[in-house]
């Protein structure tokens, strides 16, 4: 389980350290695609072969939604090793989706992690509707 926040800076060369914490339970490659809310998702292989199936599942000849979200999911995803000093190179087309320039926030979230901007995670933790108050009572019918 992916757990934790940590900040770091991104080099020149598009590269960031992933924290040893995950580097442990992501092993010797991984997947990183496009995420919600202009973030990316890292999952580990596991976690993708079970997501690749049910994406697989889902009847792309008659929902349309179903083949647009496939081909988000897909065209942005990449197979990445960190190197021996366990970066990671972010493609460039991520980068941008995500607005990574230099400063970034990896948080685990259970079953995957996220990479977010600086300033896309602070802007999103200002959101007033992201406060325990506010989503206990939301989620109340989810016995959380």
Same mark, same amino acid.
């Given at each position: @389980?992916?757990?934790?926040?940590? $900040?770091? /800076?991104?080099? /020149?060369?598009?590269?960031?350290? @992933?924290? %040893?914490?995950?580097?442990? /339970?992501?092993?010797? %490659?991984?997947?990183? &695609?496009?995420? @919600?809310?202009?973030?990316?998702?890292?999952? +580990?292989?596991?976690?993708?072969?079970?997501?690749?199936?049910?994406?697989? %599942?889902?009847?792309? !000849?008659?929902?349309?939604?179903?083949?647009?979200?496939?081909?988000?999911?897909?065209?942005?995803? /990449?197979?990445?090793?960190? +190197?021996? $000093?366990?970066?990671?190179?972010?493609?460039?087309?991520?980068? =941008?989706?995500?607005?990574?320039?230099?400063?970034?926030?990896?948080?685990?979230?259970?079953?995957?992690?996220?990479?977010? %901007?600086?300033?896309?995670?602070?802007?999103?933790?200002?959101?007033?509707? !992201?406060?325990?108050? &506010? !989503? &206990? =009572?939301? @989620?109340?019918?989810?016995?959380?």
């Amino acid at each position: @389980m992916f757990i934790g926040e940590y $900040q770091h /800076s991104m080099d /020149s060369k598009g590269r960031v350290i @992933m924290p %040893s914490k995950f580097r442990e /339970s992501l092993g010797p %490659s991984f997947y990183v &695609t496009k995420g @919600m809310e202009n973030c990316l998702f890292i999952f +580990d292989n596991e976690e993708w072969e079970e997501l690749a199936t049910r994406i697989n %599942s889902m009847n792309q !000849l008659s929902r349309k939604e179903a083949r647009g979200f496939a081909r988000l999911f897909y065209a942005g995803a /990449s197979n990445i090793e960190p +190197d021996k $000093q366990g970066r990671i190179l972010l493609p460039p087309n991520l980068r =941008e989706y995500a607005n990574i320039d230099k400063e970034v926030y990896i948080i685990g979230v259970a079953k995957r992690i996220e990479i977010w %901007s600086k300033e896309n995670w602070e802007n999103y933790n200002d959101d007033d509707f !992201l406060n325990y108050d &506010t !989503l &206990t =009572e939301k @989620m109340a019918d989810l016995n959380i």
